[in-house]
């Protein structure tokens, strides 16, 4: 088939003009696979400033793409990004593709379940955090705001970077430096004076001398932080997390430790860590986690990818209750969640973009039995 054909038919399902027999052999072409790749390059082609309106037949041409392409968006472009289906064969659909489904009523997830969504009441939607909210504290309590900083710029020992900031390998006495994320705040970096570059997610914080000068080199956290340690034979680099001590050894590792999460986990990326608390100790290595649940510290086979998910501008869910899910939708678009009534006991499987806003994040979770909404402003009011 010629392509100016195929991009007719497509131009016209597009347009809400393809009649029933355009779209019965839009879908047969769709069906017989010979043209997955053109389709695809076509409408990522499209996708920038597009709007697009669909029509009462969208919803079957629309399973049609789903389950036989992967639509795909760069990473690089600003595009928000949904993923509707986990590894593998992981769909990446740009928002304006999203219209398509959501004007279609249909979501297909996971094994392409049709799910026909409720409409979410928005009177404020969030937008997803735009920039750093990040501060510097100095022992004396003084607090500086990094984006009030030009990059390059010179402060305490450290230079400010466009990621964060990034500290100068220095001699003479130690100072203590606290670098706080907030709530509803990007991700930051700060390079440390042994070259060790830690990330931190929102709501988390990492307290480090400014000279690493005695045998061990030790920081503590809170939240969630992303570890790249520069290692040091006779110097190792220990992290304090809540009851938890955690000492690398060559090692990149991710560190969720919020207060008002059941579990504290550590994801080795690369290399080795020991992982203590109390009178336990485990040995991880890539791949693998240590979970400290109710004063139980045990080690298990990880999930790199779903932990380095905030890296990447994900959110990523695995058979997670809706509480959980809130928890981290909470602290990314700092928002209240209200609970009235019962919670469904249900789970949720999958990935979502955090640069959707929120409205569009909640309508993502529509699949499941509860009502959300957003009101007053950042209030999130979920009901049976």
């Known amino acids: 088939m010629e392509k100016t054909r195929l991009y007719y038919l497509v131009d016209r399902w597009l347009s809400e003009e393809i009649t029933r027999g355009e779209l019965v052999e839009l879908d047969h072409l769709m069906e017989s696979g010979r043209v997955i790749n053109e389709v695809e390059n076509y409408i990522q082609s499209h996708l920038d400033g597009a709007v697009f309106n669909f029509g009462p037949d969208t919803g079957k041409l629309a399973e049609s793409i789903l389950d036989k392409t992967k639509l795909t968006v760069s990473q690089s472009k600003p595009s928000p990004i949904i993923v509707l289906m986990r590894r593998g064969w992981v769909r990446y659909v740009a928002a304006a593709v999203i219209v398509l489904f959501v004007t279609a009523g249909i979501y297909y997830l996971h094994n392409s379940h ?10 404020n939607d969030v937008t997803a955090p735009g920039s750093t909210a990040a501060k510097l504290i100095f022992a004396n309590g003084t607090r500086i705001v990094l984006d009030s900083l030009q990059t390059g710029t010179s402060v305490a020992g450290a230079i400010k970077t466009k990621e964060g900031l990034a500290y100068n390998k220095q001699d003479g006495e130690a100072a203590y430096h606290t670098l706080l994320n907030p709530r509803g705040s990007k991700p930051v970096s700060v390079v440390l004076a042994d070259g060790t570059t830690v990330w931190l997610n929102a709501a988390s914080s990492i307290t480090f001398p400014t000279v690493f000068n005695g045998p061990v080199r030790e920081v503590s956290m809170t939240g969630e932080a992303f570890f790249d340690v520069v ?14 001590l955690i000492e690398d050894i060559g090692t990149s590792f991710n560190i969720n430790a919020y207060d008002d999460e059941q579990v504290l986990r550590t994801t080795i990326v690369k290399g080795a860590a020991s992982v203590r608390y109390k009178q ?33 501008n994900l959110f990523s869910f695995s058979h997670a209750g809706i509480p959980e899910m809130m928890r981290q939708i909470s602290r990314w678009y700092d928002v209240e969640v209200v609970y009235q009534g019962n919670v469904p006991d249900e789970t949720f499987t999958g990935d979502i973009g955090r640069t959707l806003t929120l409205a569009q994040v909640l309508t993502v979770l529509k699949k499941m039995s509860a009502h959300f909404s957003i009101e007053d402003g950042r209030k999130i009011i979920i009901r049976p």
């Open 280 to 312: 336990g100790k485990v040995l991880i290595t890539a791949g693998e986690k240590a979970e400290l649940l109710r004063g139980k510290l045990e080690k298990g086979k990880g999930d790199v990818e779903q932990a380095l998910a905030w890296r990447n």
């Open 114 to 123: 049709p799910i026909v969504p409720v409409q979410t009441a928005v009177v």
């Open 231 to 244: 290692h040091i034979e006779k110097q190792p680099f220990h992290v304090k997390a809540g009851d938890q």
